[in-house]
C-alpha cells in the first residue's frame, strides 16, 4: 500500500476490515423487502431503516474506483464474513440492474485487486486446482456487478513449511509490488 500512495499523491484509501465490523443481518424479514422493492412498491417503518442500512453499504462500495480484496481460502472458498459483506451490498438497482437482456452490472470502469492465502497451492496444473472456488466465485460475483478488470495474487501454498510458506509469500509481495509500480 506504502508504493501505491507514493506513486498517486492524493489517494484516498478506507479500510473496512469485515472481522471487526458488524453487519447488518439478512433476516427473512429483509429478503422479503427485497422482492417488496423489486415489485416496486414502498417499505414502512423497521423494514425501511433496516433496508437503508443495507443500502448504505452498497452505496459506499459502489462509490470507489478501485477495490483490494485481502482474504483466506476457508474450506475452498471465501470466509463467511467476506460472504455476508457481498450478500449485503450486491443490490439491484443498486450493483446491477435486470434488462430486457439479462442482468447488466452498474459497477462500472473499476479495476480489483484479490490478494489471497491457501494454506495449499491451488495452481492451474494441480490437482487442487478444480477445488479453487474462491478466485471463480470473486469473478463471478464481482464481474455480475460489473468489476470485470481484476487482477488475483494468491500465496500459495501457506501451510506447507515455514520455508515453502516465506517462498510463497516473497513471490506474491513480487506480484504486489509489479501491479504497484
Ligand atoms: C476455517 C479455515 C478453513 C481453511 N480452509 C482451507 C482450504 O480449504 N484450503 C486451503 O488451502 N487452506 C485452508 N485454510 C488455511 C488458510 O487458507 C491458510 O492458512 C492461509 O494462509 C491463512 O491466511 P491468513 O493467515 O491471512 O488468515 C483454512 C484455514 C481456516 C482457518
Known amino acids: 500500500m506504502a508504493e501505491v500512495k507514493a ?5 484516498q484509501v478506507d479500510t473496512l ?3 471487526d465490523v458488524v453487519l447488518p443481518t439478512i433476516s427473512s424479514e429483509m429478503t422479503e423487502a427485497k422482492y417488496v422493492l423489486l415489485q ?3 417499505l414502512n417503518g423497521q423494514d425501511k431503516s433496516d433496508w437503508t442500512k443495507i443500502i448504505q453499504y452498497a452505496k459506499d462500495f459502489l462509490a470507489y474506483d478501485y477495490y483490494l480484496i485481502s482474504s483466506p481460502m476457508w474450506n475452498f472458498t471465501i470466509p463467511y464474513q467476506l ?3 457481498i450478500d449485503v451490498i450486491i ?3 443498486i450493483l446491477f440492474q435486470f434488462t430486457a437482456n439479462g442482468v447488466e452490472g452498474l459497477a462500472k470502469n473499476k479495476k480489483m485487486f484479490c490478494i489471497t492465502s491457501r ?3 491451488y495452481s492451474v496444473g494441480t490437482y487442487l486446482h478444480q477445488f479453487d472456488f474462491q478466485e471463480p466465485y470473486l469473478r463471478a460475483i464481482f464481474g455480475m456487478a460489473g468489476i470485470v478488470d481484476i487482477t488475483f495474487l494468491n500465496a500459495q501454498p501457506m501451510d506447507y513449511t515455514p520455508e515453502v510458506a516465506q517462498l ?9 509490488l509489479s501491479l504497484a509500480i
Open 91 to 93: 443490490q439491484p438497482g
Open 17 to 19: 476490515n469485515l472481522s
Open 7 to 11: 506513486k498517486n499523491t492524493g489517494l
Open 168 to 176: 510463497s509469500m516473497n513471490k506474491a509481495l513480487e506480484g504486489t
Open 119 to 121: 494454506g495449499s497451492d
Open 40 to 42: 416496486g412498491q414502498e
Open 83 to 85: 460472504k455476508h459483506y
